[in-house]
């Protein structure tokens, strides 16, 4: 993939700026998992960015579901395991992000599923899209979501200096979203 990328910077004075999003260990949309090829991506990537000095921004997603509807199929979290993914090479993406993108790149929660809201209790997905659930949350359940998805990137290894709000998440509540992400940063990053 590296070798069929060249960019052409004018006399070298604009920067390669990259917003990668919805980033997951996996392609997990559908029935069929595929993990090899987001290792293969992730490692051809990286190559990229050292290759070009590119910087920028990751959303990555903390908690995997296949995207199955009606019923999608939890898989798991980053940081305890996914579901037909080796322990092994779950840490291995984990250290490529870390040692190789991090550096240079914001990593952040695309919230926690990007697909269906989640039960914080049981782990169980909801039949409610996270966007549209999130919109009729109060600024207490919101900030308990958001540091969630704040606390597993955490526990990898990866703080993250924000949150990106998949679809619509929170549009409805603006300003209760708002205070969710600065209370949930404080309370797991230590952000004054």
Not at 15 to 38: A, M, N, Y
Not at 132 to 143: P, V
Request: charged fraction near 25%; include cysteine.
């Amino acid at each position: 993939m590296v070798n069929m990328v060249r960019p052409d910077l004018p006399k070298l004075k604009v920067p390669i700026c990259l917003l990668v999003d919805d980033w997951t260990v996996g392609d997990v949309w559908q029935e069929e998992k595929d993990f090899d090829r987001s290792w293969e991506f992730i490692n051809d990537f990286a190559d990229l960015v050292e290759q070009y000095e590119i910087r920028g921004k990751i959303s990555f997603i903390p908690y995997l579901s296949t995207y199955k509807s009606p019923n999608p199929l939890p898989l798991g979290r980053i940081d305890t395991g996914i579901k037909g993914l080796s322990p092994s090479r779950l840490r291995k993406f984990i250290q490529v992000a870390k040692e190789r993108l991090l550096p240079v790149f914001d990593i952040s929660p695309e919230v926690l599923t990007h697909t269906q809201a989640l039960d914080l209790e049981t782990e169980r997905l909801l039949p409610e899209s996270e966007w549209s659930w999130s919109n009729w949350q109060d600024e207490e359940t919101l900030t308990e979501y958001i540091a969630r998805g704040l606390e597993i990137l955490k526990a990898v290894g990866i703080t993250a200096n924000g949150v990106t709000s998949g679809c619509d998440f929170g549009r409805e509540i603006e300003g209760l979203y708002v205070r969710a992400m600065l209370i949930a940063q404080k309370e797991v990053n230590n952000i004054p």
